[in-house]
Structure formats: C-alpha cells, structure tokens
C-alpha cells in the first residue's frame, strides 16, 4: 500500500500563512463594521431628514387647512351680505312701486 503519509512538522512558512490569512479576515471584518456603521449613520441622517420633512409638510397642511377655514368663512360673510342687499333692493323697489302709485294723478 502505498500509504499517505502527513507532514506534522510547522515551518516558518506555514506559521506567515496562517497570520497573513488571519490579518486579511480581521481587516475584512473591520472594514465591514466600518461600512455598516457609515451606512447606519447614513440611513440615522436620512431619516432625521425625512422626519424632519415630514413635519414641516404636516405644519404646512395645518396652515394650508386654517386658511381654507378662514376663506370659508369670508366667503359665508359676503353670501350672507349679498342675500342682504338682495332684500334690500327688493325693499326699495318695492317703496319705489308704492311712490309712483301714490304720487301718480288719479283720474
């Protein structure tokens, strides 16, 4: 049987391996915490932003909603003043009829 046999002995070269593979995993896993906290910090900002626009808009609706309230009621006043006149002219027409019948000359 021509029998596999196992080098059990650790030279230098074997022992710069090993460091070099476990240097090249450490700098990978700390560069990739590094990104993802730079990503986490990214998405903190952008959110903060984005809640931030969120209520200035929501402030901006208030506002837009209380003007519509303060034209609707300023529209109701000038319709209210308008049914006003209406009657009013309707008043003075109907005095103005009544003038020319009793100022006319009866025959």
């Given amino acids: 049987m021509g029998g596999f046999n196992i080098d059990w002995t650790i030279n230098v070269s074997n022992i710069l391996t090993i460091l070099g593979f476990a240097g090249a995993g450490l700098y990978a896993a700390l560069k990739a915490k590094e990104t993802l906290l730079g990503s986490h910090a990214e998405i903190r ?9 969120e209520k200035s808009t929501s402030d901006r609706l208030q ?39 009793l100022l006319r000359p009866q025959v």
Avoid: C, P, W, Y
Avoid at 45 to 53: N, S, V
Avoid at 74 to 100: N, V, Y
């Fill in 63 to 101: 506002n837009v909603e209380k003007r519509i309230g303060e034209i609707t009621d300023a529209t109701i006043q000038i319709a209210r003043q308008d049914e006003r006149m209406k009657h009013f002219d309707h008043r003075l027409s109907k005095t103005e009829e009544d003038l020319s019948l």
């Fill in 45 to 53: 900002t952008d959110l903060a932003l984005a809640l931030q626009a």
